[in-house]
């Protein structure tokens, strides 16, 4: 990767986004110690220009920023580095440095939350029951949501229509869950069969 220090007086401009989610986090600063650091040890690196040193995301509030991939653009002189954000990314407690809205991305959230519930069982949880019922009830609901899907579209509101496909969609995600498969694996798919 040849990246072009030399446009911005020895820094690059570094977007992070949630690898998951998609979903822009922050912006901060590399110089080339900074990327060689953030390269070798998996975690962000950025170099404060207030500070006028290297800082390690998270190196105070344990927030790190752990490295998924990182990307450069067509004019070797900003990066994209894809994150698996560990809490909140803002210094305010936010999750993200910008105000936007998740909407779509809200699947890949839930998505989380799911797999949260299976690594972190709640008393009383829906998701954690689900599981010890087993794959039979797990994909069982699955086909009587889908079901109801069908008939909401055919018979009822769009209301109806909306709520019985997040049902499904809820269900279609813990289902996922219990096979040990991951939406992005079904994006990809899905991407895939659209080339």
Partial sequence: MEIDFNKGDGLVPVVIQDEQTLEVLMLG?????AFQKTSQEGKVTFFSRTKNRLWTKGEESGNYLNVKSIHIDCDNDTLLVKVNPVGPTCHTGSRSCFSTDLNQNFLFKLEQIIADR???????SYVNSLHKKGINRIAQKVGEEGVETVVAALNQTEE??????????????????????????IAENLENRHK
């Avoid at 600063?29 to 110690?33: I, V």
């Avoid at 299976?118 to 009383?124: D, K, Q, T």
Wanted: overall charge negative; cysteine-free; glycine content about 2%.
């Fill in 29 to 33: 600063y590399m110089n080339d110690e």
């Fill in 118 to 124: 299976y690594e972190n069982p709640l008393e009383g």
């Fill in 160 to 185: 109806d229509l909306i709520n019985e496909s997040s049902d499904l969609f809820f269900h279609l995600l813990v289902l996922l869950r219990e096979k040990n498969i991951s939406l992005k694996t």
